[in-house]
């Protein structure tokens, strides 16, 4: 709707009614149409002018926690987190922050695709229950991804090869982590989730992991 | 939809400056009250509008494996503002530039139109427990402060590390690791500020009760960026 007026250049007399309605209504009538591209100039809007949420959304879930405990520069065993831990498994786990809470986060959307980024660290918290005393033994690592109703996205995550302890000490196998993915979705509410799964490996042992501090970000691309 | 509500003069009536006004206001209500849906869908382009970006920053070092630096701080204890190595890599330091002039500008975490300050680190690791005694874990340890105008600020979910590696007692403790971080810096964790800058802190620590060993790191890698955004 690009507009150009006046069709027709009047004389420079009395206008009629008649020709005052010719050059006005067209126009009257395609400003009730839409208006687009071309009746807006090249950097019509400058920075601070347009509303926050044209562009982008953004969410986040995130929390802070302490590992330490033994001193200073010591880190406790990980047994004390027990409400945090994924049990071993082979199928993907939601990741618990409490008794009722888990690295999830839900979001209303307009339609956009969304842009999500996990960042955690995780620690294999073997304890004396499930210490591995054979150094023979290498137990599976964790993948990590983003579920997002329900679907697993196929964001890669990463798998490590937790070592073995036992023989040469007490270790405690961490690993920081980021995950990270982008997905269309149609308009309305969905769920995020930040979930993990054992490898699976032929000498496969049972294992807990429990995740501290994380962030979950997620962004909604709209325009 | 625009709506320009034109009071028409009748046929053969002499238009008068009533007319002429009547139809302008109209026209100028219209233009003033644009909803949604006056403007074309996706018709708006980049050349239109401005970008989203309010400030960004980056810097990376790269020490290179055979002269990489040595993290010989120990680890100051949770949420310290201060004790970590900085001294070294030009990266832990990361000033906020505006991207349309690329002057150095600030972050106010408290405005709604920005969900927080987006941090990135990727710290590459070659080796965990320098000295070689691996008998227990040891960890390299990252965290990430920010600047307020007048005094660091630190955000303890920033805080990540690696750990030596488990062949480490036959004799070797090279890592070879990347630790990775992601932020999405708010008031909920540092109060309202406004942030100018931010640094990257690196700390030697360990697991129960066995003494921190230094470490050994290849590059750091940081940046940093605010949108215009509203909330999800």
Redesign the interface.
Known sequence: ?SHRHPRERRRND????????EA??P??EE???????HN?????????????????????L???????G????????GGTFTARRVDSGRDWSRIPTSATTFVEKS???KGGPLWI???L?AVYAFDASNQVSSSSVRKPGCQWAIRVDGVVLDLGGCGEDV???G????????????V?GLVPLDPGTHLVEVVCMFTPDGSYVQEVVEVY???L????LR? | MAEWNLTRPSQGEHVKAAHVESALRAGETALNNLEDSAVEYRSLASHHLPTIAVAYGQEATNHGSSSPLTVSTAYPGWDQNSGWQYDGITATEVTLKDPATDIATSVNLTLSTIQGLEIGVNVNVKEIALAGNNSHTRLLVVGVDVYDGSAWVHVPKSERWGVSQPNAGSGTSVAWLDIPLRLLVTTADVGNITISKFRVGLAKAAWDSASAEDSEVVSVSAWAAAYKAGAL
Do not use: Y
Request: glycine content about 12%.
């Open positions: 709707m009395d206008v009629a009614a008649h020709d005052l309605l006005v209504v126009f009257q400003v009730g149409g839409r208006l687009n591209e807006f100039k090249e950097d019509a809007f400058a920075a601070g002018e347009h509303n926050a949420g044209v562009g982008l959304a953004v969410a986040g995130s929390e802070a926690v302490n590992p330490t033994g001193g200073a520069d010591q880190w406790t065993d979001v209303i959307t980024t996990a960042s660290q070592p073995f302890h023989t040469f000490g007490f270790r405690m196998p961490c690993q920081a982590m980021v990270e501090s994380h962030d970000i997620v962004r909604e325009g």
